[in-house]
């Protein structure tokens, strides 16, 4: 099924029923978490596809919703990892950090050739 896309359900042949295979990682953890919809960590992947795919009246507390809606402190940890601010640069700061970036390894010293 995974390698011919086949349903292998029935006899498998040329003509047999394609089968939609998830590819790529973030479909398979969305399937994954969609089988495991009752797990409040995968409520926020789940309500980012929801919402994707136009079905925001399935995010909510009404008996036919199938995850909550955020709460208030779901909220405000989404809205702390939206920053994108770097701690300030002072004169007590390591000096090795403040010339090469966090995420670029410090160079190598070049050798000298030999004469």
Request: overall charge positive.
């Amino acid at each position: 099924m995974y390698y011919s896309g086949k349903n292998p359900l029935s006899k498998v042949g040329y003509k047999s029923e394609d089968v939609v295979v998830p590819r790529g990682d973030r479909q398979r953890r969305l399937h994954k978490a969609l089988l495991r919809y009752h797990d409040p960590a995968n409520w926020a992947l789940i309500r980012a596809a929801l919402e994707e795919m136009g079905l925001k009246h399935l995010i909510g507390s009404r008996r036919d919703c199938l995850v909550p809606a955020p709460s208030i402190d779901e909220q405000r940890e989404a809205k702390r990892l939206q920053r994108h601010t770097r701690p300030a640069l002072t004169k007590h700061t390591d000096i090795n950090r403040q010339r090469t970036p966090s995420n670029r390894p410090p160079r190598k010293p070049i050798r000298k050739a030999k004469p």
